[in-house]
């Protein structure tokens, strides 16, 4: 493709494909790709491509902020929500597409900007068909083989929900060992922590006013979001 491609995705926006060589109506925030569902958010416009080393998506919110996918093979998805005026750019391969990048897209989306899925409109960009090049016979690689999501905080923290989940009796009525509990939940979320005992330990020895710090944390942050949801909801009206 030696043009520019526009979409016609919403009035308040601005969406292309540009070919090799192309030269761009704008400056566009780049990232490192990898083939991977890491996402990234990105406020401002002078972000760099090595700033952004090992991301598949770039969402924003920031008026003036133009991001964008590289692709070949891969395909490009450009998403928007009008309502809170947040964008996304995904590079989404085989891979990606396998293990659901653009679902954790959207799911950043709605963490962060409040996004609804149902608000959203998509374009699919260019990429190239299977009878214009050769590949290999690599087996797609299942989203069961590995975890969907991954848990990136602390262990203790994970054992700290776990332990309360177990107390509340919200699992098979109650009738369930926080150590098979504890054990599903680490392989949900691809961990290999053990000494569950030893974290609730730990727990337990803490010594400020309360010692459910995540779980304290958790409760803050659901709160302030439902207020700046019902906040968005005042909005639509």
């Known amino acids: 493709m030696a043009e520019l491609m526009t979409y016609d995705l919403h009035p308040d926006v601005l969406a292309f494909t540009a070919g090799r060589g192309v030269e761009l109506p704008c400056p566009v925030v780049q990232m490192h790709q990898v083939h991977n569902v890491q996402v990234a958010r990105v406020d401002s416009p002078d972000v760099s491509r090595d700033e952004l080393q090992g991301f598949d998506a770039l969402i924003t919110n920031v008026r003036g902020v133009c991001i964008g996918a590289r692709s070949a093979d891969c395909i490009p998805v450009l998403l928007y929500d009008p309502v809170t005026r947040s964008a996304a750019a ?57 975890p969907l999501v991954k848990w990136t905080g602390n262990a203790v923290d994970l054992v700290e929900m776990v332990y309360g989940i177990c107390v509340m009796g919200s699992v098979n009525d109650g009738d369930v060992k ?45 709160n302030d979001k439902m207020r700046k949801d019902d906040e968005l909801e005042r909005m639509r009206r």
């Open 90 to 146: 995904i590079h989404s391969g085989w891979r990606g597409t396998v293990t659901g990048v653009c679902r954790r897209t959207i799911t950043r989306m709605e963490i962060e900007y409040g996004t609804r899925a149902s608000d959203m409109v998509a374009v699919i960009g260019p990429g190239v068909c299977r009878n214009c090049f050769q590949v290999g016979h690599s087996p797609p690689v299942s989203s069961e083989s590995k």
């Open 178 to 222: 926080f150590k098979d509990l504890a054990q599903a939940m680490y392989q949900f979320f691809g961990i290999k922590a053990k000494d569950c005992y030893r974290f609730y330990t730990d727990i337990r020895r803490r010594k400020n006013h309360s010692r459910t710090y995540f779980l304290d944390r958790m409760q803050e942050k659901l």
